[in-house]
């Protein structure tokens, strides 16, 4: 079955800090994509990336960072040198192609950065 | 300024009242979608359209009726609705309904308080 896992709820550092969120997931598909969405208190849900399974370069966007490993089915986040602006709600998602393109979201990390 | 718009972004209704969420995508897509997100839950995938059909209802009580117009918009009807469904409603839309990998973008919500 496919799921997805954040352990994290809670993340609190101060400003400038690096900060990895973590993401595991589970699935039997051989085809599926990843992606990591974004929360501020506003509520909308911004895109930030997407992944396909046979692509495991790691992806680094400005500030953040992405490091997909299929041998620990991890999908981790990293934001460095981390600013009061990445304050928000983190969810990790998997979609597979077997169930048609269906979000299946982690629990969100919470992450909160300090001036 | 994001390409998926809803209205209004916050609604307090009575458990005897009707009203309807109303949301718009401008970003050319033909699937749209409805989440729901309470308080320490999941994202939940409510309904699916493409194309203006209905491809999926994830077992959501008829209390809560969508309608698909046509590709851009698309509004949830809610009647005699129950405390419990306070939450933040979510509209989404992607390329194409039923496909690994679309990304799925999302707007700011509707936070919707039932009392």
């Known amino acids: 079955a496919q799921k997805v896992t954040q352990a994290q709820t809670e993340i609190s550092v101060v400003e400038k800090e690096d900060v990895t969120l973590d993401c595991v997931y589970e699935t039997r598909d051989t085809t599926y994509y990843l992606f990591w969405y974004k929360q501020p208190p506003s509520g909308e849900l911004v895109f930030l990336i997407r992944r396909n399974s046979f692509d495991e370069q790691n992806e680094i966007s400005g500030r953040y960072s992405w490091n997909f490993q299929k041998s620990t089915s991890s999908f981790n986040f990293t934001i460095t040198a981390s600013q009061v602006v990445d304050s928000a709600v983190y969810f990790c998602?998997?979609?597979?192609?077997?169930?048609?393109?269906?979000?299946?979201f982690g629990q969100g990390t919470e992450l909160s950065v300090k001036p | 300024e994001t390409g998926v718009t809803q209205t209004p972004r916050h609604l307090v209704m009575g458990m005897t009242n009707k009203k309807s969420l109303k949301c718009e995508q401008h970003l050319g897509h033909n699937a749209m979608y409805w989440y729901k997100q309470s308080a320490k839950k999941p994202l939940e995938l409510m309904f699916v359209y493409n194309f203006k059909e209905q491809t999926e209802n994830n077992s959501v009580p008829s209390r809560f009726s969508p309608e698909c117009p046509n590709s851009s918009h698309l509004f949830l009807h809610l009647h005699t609705l129950q405390p419990e469904d306070s939450a933040l409603y979510l509209c989404?839309?992607?390329?194409?309904?039923?496909?690994?990998?679309?990304?799925?973008?999302f707007g700011e919500g509707s936070w919707l308080t039932v009392v």
């Open positions: 998602a998997l979609s597979e192609a077997q169930t048609g393109g269906k979000l299946i």
């Open positions: 989404a839309s992607s390329p194409l309904g039923g496909v690994s990998g679309n990304t799925i973008y």
